[in-house]
C-alpha cells in the first residue's frame, strides 16, 4: 500500500495539472447540474413498514386528498384587539382565501360547497353532525369557535376563546418534500401580504419548513476557527490554505453530486447537514495529516518537497486511506437495517468521506507539486535542517512520557470520567423534534407556545385515525363513525373527536383527535398505545378497520424501529472494524481497547447530549433555551459516525507507535515517539472537527443543533480522553503484550504496510535521518 501510494504521490505532484484539470472537471459538471435542476430535501421522519407510516400509505391510495404535507398558521392580532374586530376579521378572511388558492393547496371550501349543496342527501355532512352529536364539546381546556364568514363556518379556521388568535389547519396536495420548490414559503408570504393589512402577524408551524438552512453563521464561524488553528499548526498560510481547499472541494463534489440526484431520491435535511460536516472535518483532517507529515520529512529529514510529499503519500496517506474506511465501513453498517431513510443518509456521507480522501491522495500531492518548497516558512527555508525533533515536539514528549510513568492515574482518570459524564443517558427519551424544541426567538416556537396557551397543547400534534370499512364497497354509516368516535372520545387524554374527511365512496373516512397534552409528552404517547391496544375490538364491533397516525404516532414507531436494529447495526460496525484494526496494527488487543475506549466516549456523548438538550443543563454556554426529547435518528447516525471518526484518531496515532515499533524501537519507546510524533496533529486535527461540528450547534433546526451537539462532544472526550490519555496509559501498562499476535494468525494476515516499512526497504531516504537527540533515549530509562 506505502509503495502504490508514494508513486501516486510523486506523480501527482510531478504532474499537477493533469489531476487539477480532472478535478477542476468534476467541480464544473456538479455545478452546472446544480443550476439547472433545483434542490429539494425533506424534514419528514419515515420508516416503510411501521404502523403509522402504513395507514398515511393507505391514505393515500383510499383518500388522497389526505396524504398530503399538513400546514398550519397562527394568526395574531395585536395587544388588546380581536381577531373578529372589523378590519383584521377582513384580513384575514384574505389570508385564509389567498392560502387557499396557492397552488398545490387543497381547497376544503369547494368540497365543503359540493356537499351543502347535495343538501340533507350529502354522507358528508350527515357523518359530521353524528360525530359533533356523539362526542359532544371537550371535556377541558379553552373551547375554540369556527371563525364565521356570512354567517357560516369557514372550513379549516378556528378561532381562540379569547379571540385573540386564528388557527388555520390545511392541507397540501403532496408531501412538503415533495412540493416545488419555493411553494411552502411562497404560501406563507402570500398569508402575510393579506394578513398584514388588518396588522396580523402569521406564525407557520414547524411544518410548515420547505428546507433547512443548512449552512449559517455558525459553520461558518467553525470554518474560521478551523483556519486559525491549520495557521497556528502549520506556520504558514500556504501550508494552512491547503487542508480548506480540499475540504472545500469535498464538499462541493460530494454534499453538491448528492444534491444533483435529490430529484430522484429523497434526500433528508439532517443527510445533507451530515454529509457536509464530515466532509469539512476529515477533509481537513486528512490534508492537516499528510501536509504535516510532509513539512517534518523536509524539516527533520532534511528532503526536498517532492520526495517528502511522495513519502507523506505512501506513509501518512496509507493511514488516511484506512481511517476513511474505516469511517466508510461504520457508515455502510447502516445500509444492513434497510430503512431507506438511513441508507439514504449513509450513502451520501460515506460517499463524501470517499471523495475527501481521494482528494487527500491525489489534489492534495498536486496542489503541493504547484506550491514547491513555498509550503515552508520563509524563515526555515533560509535556515539549516539540523533541527531535532525533539525541540519541535518537547512539550509532546514530555507529556507522553508523564502519561507512561503515571499510568495507572491516567487509565482511572480517562475511565472514571466518561463513566460519569454517560450517567444522564440512562434517562435518554427518544422524540421527534416539534416548535418546542426551537429557540425561543423564532416563529416555530412562538407558534407552539401561543396555540398551547389558546387551544391547549393537543392542537401542536393532532393525531389521525384512519377509519376503513371491513365490506367490500359498502359505505360507512353515520352511526358507525359516531359510535368509533364516542369510543375515541372516551380514551384517557383524548380532548375531541371530529370527522376531518371521508373519500366519495364513504368507504374511509377520517378521524380528527386532538389529544390534552403536546406532541412529546408521555400522556400522549400513552393515548396512542390505549387507540392502538382497543382499535381491533372497536372494528370487531362496529366492522371498521381502524388506523392511528401522526406526530406521536410517528415517534413512537420510528423510536421503537430504531431501538430494534440498533443492536444488529453495532454488532455489525464493531464486527468489520475490528476486522480493519486487526489488519492495520496487527494486534490483538489494540483493536479491543479501541473499540472500548468508543463505548466511553459514545456513552458520554449521549450522556451530555441528555443533560443539556432534555435536562436543560448549561444551554446559556451554546445559546440554547429549549428542552425536548433527543431525535430518535441521532443515537443510531451518532454511533456509527462517531465510531468511524473516532478511529480516525486511533489510525493516526497508534499507526505512528507502530511505525517506531516496527522500526526498532521497544513497546515504551514506541509509545512515547509514536505520541510525540501524532500528538500536536492529532490535537489540532480534533480542534477542527470540534469546530466544525460545534459551528452547527447554531442552526435553527432542533435534529440539525443536536447532531451538531452531539458529534462535538463525543469528538472532544474522544480525542483528548481516550485517544491521547487511555491508549498510551493501556500501551505503557501492556508494554510488547499490546504487539502480541499469534504467530499463525500473523502469516494469514495481509501485510499492508501502513508504517513504510517496505517504502523504506524499496525506497531508502536519500540521506541518512537524523540522528536521534537525547530527547530520544529509552523509555524505560526515561520513566522509570
Not at 395585536?78 to 389567498?98: F, K, S
Not at 520563509?378 to 533541527?387: I, N, P, V
Not at 384517557?492 to 365512496?505: E, F, P, Q, R
Request: hydrophobic residues 50%.
Amino acid at each position: 500500500m506505502s509503495v502504490l501510494l508514494y508513486r501516486l504521490g510523486r506523480f501527482a505532484y510531478g504532474k499537477p495539472w493533469y489531476v487539477v484539470g480532472g478535478w477542476l472537471a468534476v467541480v464544473a459538471s456538479v455545478v452546472a447540474l446544480l443550476t439547472v435542476q433545483p434542490v429539494r430535501l425533506s424534514n419528514e421522519v419515515r420508516i416503510d413498514g411501521t404502523p403509522s407510516q402504513q395507514v398515511i400509505d393507505d391514505l393515500a391510495r383510499t383518500l388522497p386528498e389526505a396524504s398530503g404535507g399538513q400546514g398550519m398558521l397562527l394568526f395574531q392580532a395585536p395587544d388588546g384587539t380581536r381577531i373578529d374586530a372589523p378590519e383584521a376579521h377582513a384580513a384575514l378572511l384574505a389570508a385564509v382565501d389567498a392560502v387557499y388558492r396557492h397552488d398545490h393547496v387543497v381547497d376544503t371550501r369547494e368540497v365543503l360547497a359540493q356537499e351543502v349543496a347535495k343538501g340533507t342527501d350529502s354522507p358528508l355532512l350527515q357523518a359530521q353532525a353524528a360525530v359533533a352529536k356523539a362526542v359532544g364539546a371537550p371535556a377541558s381546556g379553552p373551547v375554540p369557535v369556527p371563525l364565521l364568514s356570512g354567517g357560516q363556518p369557514v372550513p379549516g379556521v378556528i378561532v381562540s376563546a379569547d379571540g385573540s388568535t386564528a388557527l388555520l389547519q390545511f392541507q397540501f396536495d403532496e408531501q412538503t418534500y415533495e412540493l416545488p420548490s419555493g411553494t411552502v414559503d411562497s404560501t406563507v408570504e402570500a398569508a402575510e401580504q393579506r394578513a398584514a393589512r388588518g396588522g396580523l402577524e402569521v406564525l407557520p408551524s414547524a411544518s410548515m419548513m420547505e428546507i433547512p438552512e443548512i449552512v449559517g453563521v455558525g459553520e461558518i464561524a467553525g470554518v474560521v476557527v478551523a483556519a486559525l488553528v491549520l495557521l497556528i499548526t502549520l506556520g504558514s498560510v500556504v501550508a494552512a490554505g491547503l487542508p480548506l481547499v480540499i475540504a472545500l472541494v469535498g464538499v462541493t463534489v460530494g454534499v453538491g453530486g448528492a444534491f444533483t440526484l435529490s430529484t430522484v431520491f429523497e434526500i433528508h435535511s439532517l443527510a445533507a447537514v451530515l454529509a457536509l460536516m464530515l466532509g469539512l472535518a476529515v477533509g481537513i483532517d486528512y490534508a492537516l495529516f499528510i501536509v504535516n507529515r510532509e513539512r517534518r520529512l523536509i524539516l527533520d529529514d532534511g528532503l526536498d518537497a517532492r520526495e517528502a510529499t511522495a513519502r507523506a503519500v505512501g506513509t501518512a496517506g496509507s493511514a488516511v486511506f484506512f481511517a476513511g474506511s474505516t469511517v466508510i465501513i461504520a457508515l455502510a453498517g447502516l445500509l444492513v437495517i434497510r430503512i431507506a431513510l438511513l441508507s439514504t443518509m449513509a450513502v451520501v456521507a460515506a460517499a463524501t468521506i470517499a471523495v475527501a480522501v481521494l482528494l487527500a491522495l491525489t489534489l492534495l500531492p498536486a496542489l503541493l507539486g504547484l506550491v514547491g518548497e513555498r509550503i515552508r516558512p520563509a524563515r526555515t527555508r533560509r535556515e539549516t535542517h539540523e533541527r531535532t525533533p525533539d525541540a519541535e515536539h518537547g512539550r509532546a514528549t514530555r507529556w507522553g512520557r508523564r502519561l507512561v510513568r503515571h499510568k495507572y492515574a491516567a487509565l482511572t482518570a480517562a475511565i472514571l470520567l466518561p463513566a460519569v459524564l454517560a450517567l444522564p443517558a440512562a434517562d435518554m427519551k427518544l422524540g421527534l423534534p416539534s416548535g418546542a424544541g426551537y429557540n425561543s426567538d423564532t416563529g416555530q416556537r412562538r407558534s407552539y407556545e401561543l396555540t398551547s396557551e389558546a387551544y391547549g397543547p393537543g392542537y401542536n400534534g393532532p393525531l389521525l385515525v384512519a377509519v376503513d370499512s371491513t365490506a367490500d364497497g359498502r359505505a360507512l354509516t353515520p352511526r358507525t363513525l359516531a359510535a368509533v368516535a364516542s369510543e375515541l372520545r372516551s380514551t384517557k387524554g383524548a380532548t375531541s373527536v371530529s370527522l376531518a374527511g371521508m373519500n366519495a365512496k364513504g368507504t374511509t373516512a377520517v378521524l380528527g383527535l386532538v389529544p390534552a397534552t403536546g406532541p412529546n409528552d408521555e400522556a400522549t404517547k400513552d393515548l396512542v398505545t390505549a387507540v392502538r391496544d382497543k382499535s381491533a375490538r372497536i372494528g370487531r364491533a362496529h366492522g371498521a378497520t381502524l388506523g392511528i397516525t401522526g406526530f406521536t404516532a410517528l415517534a413512537i414507531d420510528v423510536s421503537d424501529r430504531l431501538a430494534d436494529v440498533l443492536p444488529l447495526y453495532v454488532a455489525v460496525v464493531l464486527g468489520l472494524s475490528l476486522i480493519v484494526l486487526l489488519l492495520v496494527f496487527r494486534s490483538l488487543l489494540i483493536p479491543v481497547v479501541a473499540t472500548l475506549g468508543f463505548l466511553l466516549s459514545v456513552s458520554a456523548a449521549f450522556g451530555l447530549t441528555t443533560a443539556v438538550f432534555q435536562w436543560g443543563w448549561l444551554q446559556g454556554l451554546i445559546g440554547v433555551d429549549a428542552t425536548g426529547p433527543v431525535v430518535s435518528l441521532l443515537p443510531i447516525i451518532i454511533t456509527g459516525v462517531l465510531y468511524g471518526l473516532a478511529m480516525d484518531y486511533q489510525m493516526f496515532l497508534v499507526t505512528s507507535m507502530r511505525e517506531a515499533h516496527v522500526h526498532g524501537q521497544s513497546a515504551l519507546d514506541a509509545t512515547v515517539t509514536g505520541y510525540r510524533r501524532a500528538s500536536s496533529v492529532i490535537v489540532a486535527a480534533a480542534t477542527i472537527m470540534v469546530s466544525v461540528f460545534a459551528g452547527f450547534v447554531f442552526n435553527a433546526q432542533p435534529m440539525i443543533k443536536q447532531a451538531g451537539f452531539a458529534l462535538a462532544a463525543g469528538i472532544l472526550i474522544d480525542a483528548f480522553v481516550i485517544r491521547m490519555t487511555l491508549i498510551p496509559a493501556t500501551m505503557a501498562l501492556a508494554r510488547e503484550s499490546a504487539w502480541w499476535i499469534p504467530t499463525w494468525l500473523n502469516r494469514l494476515l495481509p501485510d499492508l504496510d501502513v508504517e513504510g516499512d517496505k517504502l523504506a526497504q524499496r525506497v531508502p531516504l536519500p540521506r541518512p535521518a537524523a540522528s536521534p537527540s537525547r530527547g530520544e533515549a529509552p523509555a524505560t530509562e526515561s520513566v522509570g
